[in-house]
């Protein structure tokens, strides 16, 4: 009885609230396809932003320093401080990792358009699925390439060579043809993609595994802050002087980097890591076909053949992400199902 009653006194507080929200906001803010179109919007607009600035790195300091930084900091101290004073290293391990992945990779569009930047990012997957191999992050990436049993993935193993190759075939034709690529910016975006498979591998390592490790806006209240450091750092090497952006390049792009972060969470929330990586995927076609169609960066048929083949293979490696995932879902019911059919079996542990 005293357990109803809390029920219903909960219930009666959180009448006034439903009261006065919007049933129409309630509404869309519960459809994934709405929250998708969002989020992929939100996307393209902050490419755009970094693209059209001329001083990338200090748009870069603008928004996630000055403004992104001190927005969060208030939501994370709500949902509490002891997590991020626990795990403060780690934080700012991922934070390093992440500037550098991201002021590498938009210093990259000084000499690389935006449609083969985009297409590159393909050879995240690749870089990734190695260093998750290399440090163990994966027992299932480990087991394939260092166990040499590729032919026990299959799947996995087809993934992997389909986006490689597909990604290798974009940046080579890229380079010769309509792209506007130069070998700098090349490098400078796969340098940015082995920051970003050391900072997943990080996450994966040193926050994943702990019961008290801190939220995905508490993170990004430390590695904004973070990023825009770097991204001070890494002006000099880049650009000739300090000028400001305009005022509509850091307002689009601290907006949209807020909507990212939002849309990613609430879309965790309604479907799956798994599906936001699959609508992750799919949402770099919508890019290079804006810049495509808009922004007049070209695509040959080369081109667009090694980018569909790229997309494609990361697809099949979601699905074989998604497979894995249930086989040892699978094997660990049997083995609990298993495990009480022991139980109940022994007669020392039976009682009258």
Not at 318 to 341: H, I, N, P, T, Y
Request: glycine share 8%; aromatic share 8%; with cysteine.
């Amino acid at each position: 009885e005293e357990q109803r009653k809390e029920q219903q006194e909960k219930q009666q507080e959180q009448l006034p609230c439903k009261q006065h929200s919007h049933p129409v906001l309630e509404w869309a803010w519960s459809q994934w396809w709405l929250l998708t179109a969002g989020w992929w919007i939100c996307a393209v607009c902050a490419v755009q932003a970094v693209k059209h600035a001329t001083a990338k790195n200090v748009l870069g300091v603008f928004c996630n320093l000055l403004i992104g930084g001190p927005l969060l900091v208030p939501f994370a101290v709500y949902q509490g401080v002891r997590p991020m004073f626990a795990h403060w290293r780690q934080l700012l391990l991922i934070g390093l990792l992440n500037g550098l992945e991201i002021n590498l990779g938009n210093s990259s569009l000084y000499t690389v358009g935006a449609s083969l930047k985009t297409a590159m990012g393909g050879f995240n997957v690749v870089v990734t699925f190695v260093a998750a191999a290399l440090l163990g992050t994966n027992p299932a990436d480990r087991d394939c390439l260092l166990g040499c049993k590729c032919h026990n993935h299959g799947l996995l193993s087809l993934a992997i060579a389909m986006v490689a190759g597909g990604c290798v075939l974009t940046a080579l034709t890229g380079a010769e043809q309509t792209w506007g690529a130069s070998l700098p910016g090349i490098l400078l975006q796969l340098t940015s993609t082995v920051f970003y498979a050391l900072r997943y591998s990080a996450v994966k390592l040193l926050l994943n595994g702990s019961p008290d490790s801190p939220s995905k806006l508490q993170t990004a209240a430390v590695v904004s802050p973070v990023t825009g450091l770097i991204a001070l750092c890494c002006f000099p090497f880049f650009e000739g002087g300090w000028q400001v952006p305009e005022i509509q390049d850091i307002a689009v792009l601290s907006l949209s980097i807020i909507g990212i972060l939002i849309f990613e969470l609430r879309l965790v929330e309604l479907t799956s890591p798994l599906t936001v990586s699959v609508l992750a995927i799919m949402h770099n076609v919508l890019i290079v076909l804006f810049f495509s169609c808009f922004q007049h960066d070209g695509l040959s048929k080369v081109q667009c053949a090694g980018f569909a083949v790229s997309i494609c293979g990361s697809l099949c490696y979601a699905g074989a992400r998604m497979w894995a995932a249930q086989e040892s879902s699978m094997a660990s019911s049997d083995l609990a199902m298993s495990m009480d059919d022991k139980v109940s079996d022994d007669p020392e542990d039976s009682t009258e």
